[in-house]
DNA sequence: ATTCTTGATATAATCGATTTTTAATAATAG
DNA sequence: CTATTATTAAAAATCGATTATATCAAGAAT
């Protein structure tokens, strides 16, 4: 997840606005980056999109094939269970670091990040689905915060990546899974203040699972 | 370790190039990358030298910030241990999938590339450090030769990256470590054959943290 | 002597044009 | 009618020029 700051290059913010879009499910995977195309939606030249374009390469939510042009990465069910499978591996790992490292401080951030995203859990349970992005984004702010105190900034940076990697797969269902993932996430909270790591993890790879099955069941991939 | 095949663009061709220089230290950490320079060293125009470069920020080997070019990224102790870490995390949790996966197809595979690395190494051992990059190609042929057999396709992308971030710090070295490693690569090759990963996982450890206090030992980064 | 301001130079970022390649379509042969 | 080849149009990749920004040096002010 990226939170954008201070003052940017047209380059970066392209970068961005296609990640986000791509993220967000405004360009669909395997959908064809018409370089024409994007350069009036983004409002920037074709060599410019190019460049962007070439860093979501690398990072996996695009793809190329020499001289055909680049394509929004590909979606599969499979993939989601990798993706997945790595969320809890990074995740789990992350989290041991942080429950040994936390602080006040980091306690008092994860309470903040949690109250925010159960009132935007409250909303959604109910029936105001009109704020699914916040919601994410509350989501995202309570793992990150949860891991936090981990003390790597390379496992924090993989940890985005692969974590907007699954997101992509969750902003395609339309719906919320429910008490279970409000619960789930108050029991992290509660795990975390106990430094129960054992507990955490296995709470944790619940909730993930709980997620991919979510997609599964709404989409046949 | 990216493995070159078939046709090329030029703009392939530059990031696969920059890429293997940043990697085998032809390009120092921190340097500036001027483009100018670039342009003439990597006979390719400026704009596609820029595409080459995007593609190796978002993986970590290239920095930029805002209106001031692209950088060689630096190197540091606490970010050795960092990437070592995340190798030890991955490679461990691929050579568990591996184990249960692999076959004899697998198993042929592990022995060949085994047997060309401890080739290497004999040669090393003898006191011929005169191809230090082939010996580093067989080294993670062997690895990579081991977790083949994961299944999962982004867990292998991933771990190739973090390694060729952690071989960026080997490289660096013009020492090997020595019979130790050459046994410890004997251990884990006979730990694959008998499928016991809880031993492989030790050892690995080991010999991943051994490379690690052993380039610390050689320079004070 | 030090700090600040201004202008010149170097360089990065972006642009649009040109070249190269691919894809689509039309024509021809079997 | 189908398959192959040739032609044309569309699009991708690369290029070099232009615009924007950072850096550096010199002069002025304190």
Redesign the pocket.
């Known amino acids: 997840m990226h939170i954008v700051s201070g003052e940017m ?4 913010g392209v970068y961005e606005a296609l990640r986000h879009d791509i993220i967000f499910g405004q360009l669909s995977p395997s959908d ?5 195309n994007l350069k009036s939606a983004y409002n ?5 999109i ?2 962007a374009l070439n860093r979501l390469v690398t990072e996996g939510f695009v793809v ?1 094939e ?5 394509f929004v990465a590909p979606i599969s069910g499979p993939e989601l269970r990798e993706i997945a499978d790595l969320r809890i591996l990074l995740e789990c790992h992350a989290l041991r670091l942080s429950f040994e490292a936390g602080d006040t401080e980091w306690e008092a951030e994860i309470i903040a990040a949690h109250h925010k995203l159960s009132r935007m859990e409250q909303r959604m349970q109910s029936g105001d689905h009109s704020e699914k992005e916040t919601w994410k984004r509350y989501d995202w702010g309570f793992h990150q915060a949860l891991i936090s105190a981990c003390g790597s900034r390379e496992l924090l940076t993989l940890h985005g990546t692969i974590f907007d990697k699954y997101l992509r797969y969750q902003m395609r269902t339309l719906t919320f899974r429910g008490e279970a993932a409000a619960a789930e996430h108050r029991a992290l909270l509660n795990y975390a203040m106990e430094r129960d790591i054992e507990n955490a993890q296995a709470v944790l790879r619940v909730h993930i699972e709980g997620g991919v099955e979510h997609s599964l069941a709404q989409e046949n991939l």
Chains 1, 2 share one sequence.
């Open positions: 290059t047209v380059g970066e064809k980056l018409k370089l024409d920037a030249s074709v060599a410019t190019r460049e190329t020499g001289q055909r042009g680049f």
